[in-house]
């Protein structure tokens, strides 16, 4: 059954649901929370009403993130939206993607090849010297053992060596570079191989058999 909450917001770009089963939404005008069966306003500072919202979170320690279009990364902590949540070690600007894996870990996404994780206070980035090679990171989803990014330009993970392969013929996609795995029947990935038919740069070509793994 579907039902259309009254107090629901009418335009939502981005939504997230924590681990407690809290809906959040955004919107030009603001931020939602779900409170029993009705949406409540989150107070936002003056900058954040207006710009488009692309990206919701939750940390290990509670605090919501918020990523909006051409303004930056808030973090809410205590009742107060911090910008960049006070860390420097995070590439200033907004971030195309958030989320937090299974252990705890707050990856954010960003154009150009670019992510970043945050484990407590501490910031790695990781960037096309680290072997990423998916273009703009559109998607980032972590599930135990592993965490998949995908960008215009493909799919990478952790912990495992990238291979080459082939979309699917029609499937109207650039040639990407993905991990050489695919699940059997029990949901297992397993080894795949590839073959390249066309290689999108020099760099691209260099990191093919490269393995680069998170501890």
Known sequence: TVEQLATAPKVVECAYRDPD????????AGLWRSSADRF???KLPAELIGPSKQAITRDARGAIWLSAVRTGV???VGGRWIKYGGLSG????????????????TWFGYTGNRVALLEGDSVRLFTQADGLAVGNVLSIQGR????WIGGERGLARFGAVLAAVSPPAGAGLRQHWV?????????????????????????????????????
Do not use: I
């Not at 089963?21 to 030009?28: C, E, F, H, N, R």
């Not at 995070?90 to 870990?105: C, H, I, K, S, Y």
């Not at 029947?185 to 793994?213: F, K, L």
């Open 74 to 76: 808030y973090r809410l």
């Open 40 to 42: 409540v306003p989150v």
């Open 179 to 215: 991990l050489g795995e695919r699940a059997d029947r029990a949901g297992r990935r397993r080894a795949r191989p590839g073959r390249r038919r066309r290689r999108d740069s020099e760099h691209e070509a260099a990191t093919a058999g490269r393995a680069w793994d998170v501890p």
């Open 90 to 105: 995070l590439p200033q600007e907004p971030a195309l993607v958030l989320t937090t894996d299974e252990e705890g870990r």
């Open 21 to 28: 089963g809290v809906v959040w939404a955004g919107t030009k």
């Open 144 to 147: 135990q053992p592993h965490l």
